[in-house]
């Protein structure tokens, strides 16, 4: 596991470093707010687990134009259980908006499991108009900011 975590945070420092911002400025880091695991909680029961119930991943994307602040709320996202901090990095590049999530463990201690966490954070100076939004490379979806400024989205 702890390899796995070192290749992880690796990779996250290979994405951020080949990453370029919208005025070609590398990502910037900004602050993560994120609950409890859920696994933990009482609402997610052992029988629920056992019966391969999940929390279902989505995104929930806020943008004020005001303020050119896009705020996204990322619910149920898999992370290791041990971890003592979230950080995320974010850009935007020609129309790619790219969050990377990655997690931090206090001594390198991750430990072999995984849970869902809801977590958020708020990307900076985002114009409005059209955009991929690209979380983790994994979660990639289409928004346009003049037209709509909350959007949900959820992966099958």
Same mark, same amino acid.
């Given at each position: ?26 990502? #910037? &880091? +900004? ?8 696994? *933990? ?5 052992? %029988? !629920? ?40 990095? #974010? &850009? +935007? ?8 999530? *990655? ?5 390198? %201690? !991750? ?46």
């Amino acid at each position: 596991m702890k390899l796995s975590a070192l290749l992880l945070t690796a990779l996250t420092l290979v994405l951020i470093s080949c990453d370029s911002g919208q005025d070609g400025d590398s990502a #910037a &880091s +900004i602050p993560v707010v994120f609950g409890e695991c859920k696994n *933990s909680l009482e609402s997610y029961s052992a %029988a !629920a687990a056992e019966a391969g119930e999940t929390f279902p991943e989505c995104v929930i994307v806020n943008y004020d134009g005001d303020t050119g602040i896009l705020k996204i709320e990322h619910q149920n996202a898999v992370f290791n259980c041990c971890i003592a901090d979230l950080a995320a990095y #974010a &850009s +935007i590049d020609t129309g790619i908006i790219t969050v990377t999530e *990655s997690e931090i463990f206090e001594n390198d %201690a !991750a430990c072999n499991c995984v849970c869902p966490y809801d977590i958020s954070y708020e990307v900076p100076d985002v114009d409005t108009g059209e955009y991929t939004v690209n979380i983790n490379n994994t979660i990639q979806f289409k928004i346009n900011l003049s037209e709509q400024s909350t959007v949900t989205y959820c992966p099958d």
